[in-house]
């Protein structure tokens, strides 16, 4: 039994590469600001990191524990780097702009 190997990738391959072309992609401004108050440069610095203000914004409103549990998540779980003297003044914030006082 013969065998035939096509190396026709092998072939069009660079063919192709050497007619790609460099594209340049701009992303918008996010357009949405956290919520002016005490802690808000937290949500900026690190919430803003991963989500968009629009992401928090339109979260349902829920108590200061939803706000703990989440904020705790992002940093034990998905390893979100928010020093441990920033954890409870950022619930704080999201609790008092974003939750149930």
Aim: aromatic share 8%; hydrophobic share 45%.
């Amino acid at each position: 039994m013969k065998r035939t190997i096509l190396f026709l990738p092998l072939l069009v391959v660079p063919a192709l590469l050497s007619r790609a072309e460099v594209k340049k992609i701009e992303l918008p401004l996010e357009p949405a600001k956290f919520k002016e108050g005490k802690g808000a440069e937290l949500a900026q610095a690190h919430c803003f990191t991963c989500h968009s203000v629009e992401y928090i914004a339109t979260q349902p409103v829920m108590p200061r524990k939803f706000w703990e549990a989440t904020v705790l998540k992002m940093r034990d779980k998905y390893a979100a780097p928010l020093p441990e003297d920033a954890v409870q003044p950022l619930i704080d914030y999201l609790t008092e702009n974003y939750g149930k006082k």
